[in-house]
């Protein structure tokens, strides 16, 4: 959950790793640090912060053209100076910026202080830089490699030793690595989003595999082996993407993108023609989607939120079982994986270490995995081979918001090919795919009337507690939008499926704890209007998210969504949570974009 940025050739280093550094920022702000090769020694410079802080005590100017760098989210040791990365050895040689946990530090720590070795942070970091130091391979990558198969965890590391600067070694066990290739230059990073505007294509290392980069090239090596092969992809992408313009925060930007990002995610993929969705990434042929007998959807945290409301659109236009379910929780429960069962991964980043690793439970097992994954290249999308690139851009703030609308729409694409080819007539297709082509305008609609949504806001602002309900698809929003309010306002927010309160948190109602319900005007109308009523009669305060015309007495405060189809409404129903969140937040003066002890891409356990 660190961001790791590396450069090697020619051009001054120090510039562009704090822009590297800026465009990572959300995957790691606790503190910042970066380290640079010149003259026989590491300029390292650290700070307990956001990158800024860091900022503010570099010197001028900082020569040399070799570096990395990095931006911290802390596992081992509280954010300080001294726990900052880069870290290094005790002859201030040894460089490195890891992402990930050493599982077995302590014992290593043991060893080497038994050596005479003395410490001076609380990470686990700091122990590869003293392994590596003190092995005895002539070349870097070579001592790397060698403490490496000493070491048990996860990683993705950058090196370098300020005795051989020509060269930054890589290494991958868990953590994302991308090798970035430029002209006569060559990067290193956590995430490609830092090297956009710079290399021309990046390379993936996969686990267990250690890259060799220099000013001109790079070489990969497995970890006991030798050199691999390593294909390189096209980097490209929108860097205005990484620029809030004139927003407050990136937040409340990336809402503003939702019409754009959707229309993205429909792109080509509506056939009129057939009234159905054309999904070609999932490379399933007709006769195979009739053999699926069950859908199971993986994710963590929005992602298995959206896939919660991805199951019930399969089971509504398809008619096939559908099940989401938190993939943190999934392989630890030994689950039975079945050969007619189509299983799902979710994943904004495509790098979220406890999705990755029931993909790979599901896989060893004999299963078959698709991927609704936002990054191109990622590993989850290398992992899963075959599915659905969302198309949404980059998305910078830690919580998500358009990624979790394209995936409902990635969804809703994939239930209508699957229901096409099932039992769901044309006639229905047909109203379902005009349904989705209005969808960004009703979204922009939604957003343009940001300013109505303040009176619920001023509510939830002023309680400690707030409830959610919702039935059916709509407790998948009441979920989306409660953790949304509790990501980035701190403030305590259950959701509930509407008919359990009378089963228990009905006990929680009161006149301090006011209750958001997803209101739509459905079949299921008259029983949302009964909860609002016993709500009511207990002296709780009642906020609805609903649509036009819907009359329910006792609502304290309402706001209106334009109507889709059944299916689709629940996807137009979350845009304003998300807006109420973010002007809670902004009226509670939070730190919106980067809130306290979150990261956008959890890499680890």
């Known amino acids: 959950m660190c961001g790791i940025v590396g450069y090697i050739g020619s051009k001054p280093v120090l510039p562009l790793l704090i822009e590297g550094l800026r465009r990572l920022e959300y995957r790691g702000y606790d503190s910042a640090g970066i380290a640079i090769a010149a003259d026989g020694r590491l ?70 202080q038994a050596d005479g070795v003395v410490f001076v942070s609380e990470t686990d970091t700091e122990v590869l830089a003293h392994l590596i130091a003190r092995r005895p391979e002539n070349s870097l990558v070579e001592a790397v490699r060698g403490a490496l198969r000493l070491v048990k965890g996860a990683y993705g590391l950058a090196v370098i030793d300020a005795g051989r600067p020509d060269v930054i070694v890589a290494a991958r066990n868990g953590g994302p690595v991308v090798v970035g290739v430029g002209d006569g230059e060559m990067f290193v990073a956590s995430d490609a989003a830092a090297l956009m505007g710079h290399a021309r294509s990046v390379a993936h290392l996969d686990d267990g595999e250690v890259a060799e980069v220099r000013a001109d090239g790079f070489t990969v090596l497995t970890l006991d082996g030798g050199e691999t092969t390593k294909a390189t992809l096209e980097l490209s992408g929108d860097v205005a993407g990484f620029d809030k313009g004139d927003y407050a925060h990136f937040m409340r930007k990336e809402i503003g993108e939702q019409p754009e990002a959707v229309r993205r995610t429909l792109l080509g993929r509506l056939d009129h023609r057939f009234s159905t969705a054309h999904l070609g990434g999932i490379e399933l042929a007709a006769r195979e989607m009739l053999d699926i007998r069950r859908v199971k959807i993986l994710g963590c945290g929005s992602a298995y939120f959206a896939g919660t409301l991805g199951a019930h659109l399969i089971e509504q236009l398809a008619r096939i079982p559908a099940h989401a379910e938190p993939a943190s929780e999934f392989r630890y429960r030994n689950p039975v994986i079945e050969q007619d069962t189509l299983y799902i991964a979710v994943s904004q980043s495509g790098e979220t270490f406890d999705t990755l690793a029931a993909i790979q439970e599901v896989k060893r097992k004999g299963g078959r995995v698709l991927g609704v994954i936002n990054s191109v290249g990622s590993t989850i999308a290398r992992e899963c081979g075959r599915g659905v690139y969302l198309h949404a851009g980059p998305e910078v703030a830690v919580v998500s918001t358009k990624t979790w609308t394209s995936t409902a729409v990635a969804f809703a694409l994939l239930a209508l090919q699957l229901g096409r080819v099932r039992d769901l007539s044309a006639g229905q297709g047909a109203r379902m795919l005009a349904a989705l082509a209005a969808l960004p305008d009703q979204i922009a609609s939604i957003v343009a009337r940001e300013a109505e949504l303040a009176p619920i806001a001023a509510r939830l602002a002023r309680a400690e507690h707030a409830y959610f309900l919702g039935r059916a698809a709509g407790y998948a929003v009441a979920m989306e939008g409660a953790l949304k309010l509790k990501e980035i306002s701190y403030m305590h927010a259950e959701a509930y499926p509407a008919s359990e309160l009378k089963h228990g948190p009905l006990a929680l109602i009161s006149a301090d704890t006011p209750t958001l319900i997803v209101l739509p005007d459905d079949d299921l109308l008259a029983k949302n209007l009964s909860t609002i009523a016993e709500v009511g009669a207990r002296g709780g305060p009642v906020l609805a998210i609903t649509h036009p015309g819907v009359v329910a007495e006792g609502v304290e405060a309402s706001f209106a969504v334009p109507r889709s189809e059944p299916e689709l409404d629940p996807i137009l129903l979350n845009i304003p949570l998300q807006l109420v969140a973010y002007q809670v937040a902004q009226g509670l003066g939070r730190d919106i974009d980067q809130p306290r002890n979150l990261a956008k891409s959890v890499t680890v356990e």
């Not at 040791?77 to 290094?88: K, R």
């Not at 201030?92 to 043991?110: D, M, P, S, T, Y």
């Open 43 to 112: 300029a390292v410079h650290k700070r307990k912060g956001k990158v800024r802080e860091l900022e503010s005590v570099l010197p001028v100017e900082v020569p040399g053209s070799v570096g990395i760098a990095h931006t911290r989210w802390a596992t081992h040791g509280a954010p300080s100076d001294l726990n900052a990365h880069p870290h290094v050895d005790a002859t201030g040689r040894i460089g490195v910026a890891h992402n990930g946990i050493i599982e077995n530090a302590a014992e290593l720590k043991r060893k080497l």
